[in-house]
């Protein structure tokens, strides 16, 4: 099914190291609220659940999603036995990494955060894309801010990753290469597009390309097409 779309490849730059207030102004003004409580599509419910704790060595304000009405009963508990599992490691890797750090630095007055966050972005009639907004900061100087996606292909029950957007015979990670060095005019062989490749597709039907890494600030927001 997915290799008789047409794919626009979007590919945008989300800066490892970025000002949160002017990138994401949505969690710069309201850090401690979820963006929203609760979302339907398609008979299904996207639920949000909250984690706070504060400390003198560590700040969490987390809201992660919890889908119901998943045809595949088991699969809906995988799907959102992983999503508390991200969240709650980010939780405890920062209540841990902030208490250590006060411990060896007890004249510092700034706690280390974590602040999360998750929407639904429009996509084709048989997904539902989740974007999950991940920002920890342990000081004024230090800091990342950080998009990932997740595509849950609805008729089948299954997470979708990038190869399966592409037939057998064809290599998608040459594809995508090829068509971003067309675009931007030069080699791009430096980077890695695997099936941990940071993706969704839009209502479109456009593949939506990702990166958080810093490095890649060569290659801002672009656009490709590419027939699949």
Do not use: W
């Amino acid at each position: 099914m997915y290799s008789k779309l047409f794919l626009f490849i979007l590919v945008c730059l989300v800066g490892g190291t970025v000002n949160v207030k002017d990138n994401f102004d949505y969690a710069s003004k309201n850090p401690t609220r979820a963006i929203f409580v609760m979302a339907t599509v398609n008979d299904l419910t996207v639920d949000n659940t909250h984690i706070e704790k504060s400390t003198p060595y560590a700040i969490v304000d987390i809201n992660y999603p919890t889908i119901q009405g998943l045809n595949d009963k088991k699969f809906q508990r995988l799907v959102n036995q992983f999503l508390k599992f991200e969240a709650t490691k980010d939780m405890y890797a920062t209540l841990k990494e902030g208490k250590q750090h006060y411990k060896s630095q007890p004249l510092s007055t700034e706690p280390f955060e974590c602040i999360r966050n998750f929407s639904l972005v429009e996509s084709v009639s048989d997904f539902l894309v989740l974007e999950r907004f991940r920002h920890i900061k342990k000081s004024t100087f230090s800091y990342s801010t950080e998009k990932y996606y997740l595509t849950i292909d609805l008729e089948n029950n299954r997470i979708i990753t990038l190869s399966d957007l592409f037939s057998k015979s064809q290599n998608y990670t040459t594809l995508i290469k090829e068509a971003i060095s067309v675009e931007k005019g030069n080699s791009v062989d430096d980077i890695i597009i695997d099936d941990k490749t940071n993706f969704y597709v839009n209502s479109k039907g456009n593949l939506v390309i990702i990166f958080n890494e810093p490095e890649l600030e060569v290659y801002e927001l672009s656009s490709i097409k590419l027939s699949i």
